[in-house]
């Protein structure tokens, strides 16, 4: 997602958003006509993968941070909104994440959700590949 997961509270240590963009071309050599559903609360990763990626990017429209701080207020004062409008925008995305044929996930709780959700769902964990810190080993051991 992004503020929450990659604010470096409690000395979270996360992947860059480069060895993200590496991950996603990957996949897009392997599956040419591939489509990516990008599920980030933050303005500033939507602008990196619309640079990088342009017509292949699908997103919602939802409540993004434009400059860093939290969407929900889980560390700072949180960007104006509904709670309850908040809320369902994560649901949503965890939900069509499910759907995806293929997750490349950073540490999120919203993307944990997605592949308990859908068990069958193939992922990637970026940060840990990247940084090998492992945040839900409980999720890798399925």
């Not at 409690?10 to 392997?30: D, F, G, M, N, P």
């Not at 990763?45 to 701080?69: A, M, P, W, Y």
């Not at 969407?71 to 809320?87: A, R, T």
């Amino acid at each position: 997602r992004g503020t929450d997961a990659a604010s470096g509270f409690e000395s979270r240590t996360s992947a860059k958003i480069e060895q993200y963009i590496y991950e996603v071309e990957k996949q897009l050599s392997a599956h040419p006509n591939a489509r990516i559903f990008l599920a980030t609360d933050d303005q500033r990763i939507v602008q990196t993968f619309s640079k990088h990626f342009g017509e292949i990017l699908i997103l919602r429209e939802c409540i993004r941070s434009s400059n860093g701080d939290s969407i929900h207020g889980h560390y700072d004062s949180g960007i104006e909104g509904s709670p309850y409008g908040k809320g369902l925008e994560v649901l949503l995305d965890a939900l069509i994440l499910a759907r995806c044929d293929f997750l490349i996930r950073g540490h999120s709780r919203v993307t944990c959700f997605s592949i308990c959700y859908a068990s069958e769902l193939q992922y990637i964990d970026v940060d840990l590949e990247y940084t090998g810190i492992d945040r839900t080993p409980w999720l890798h051991a399925r």
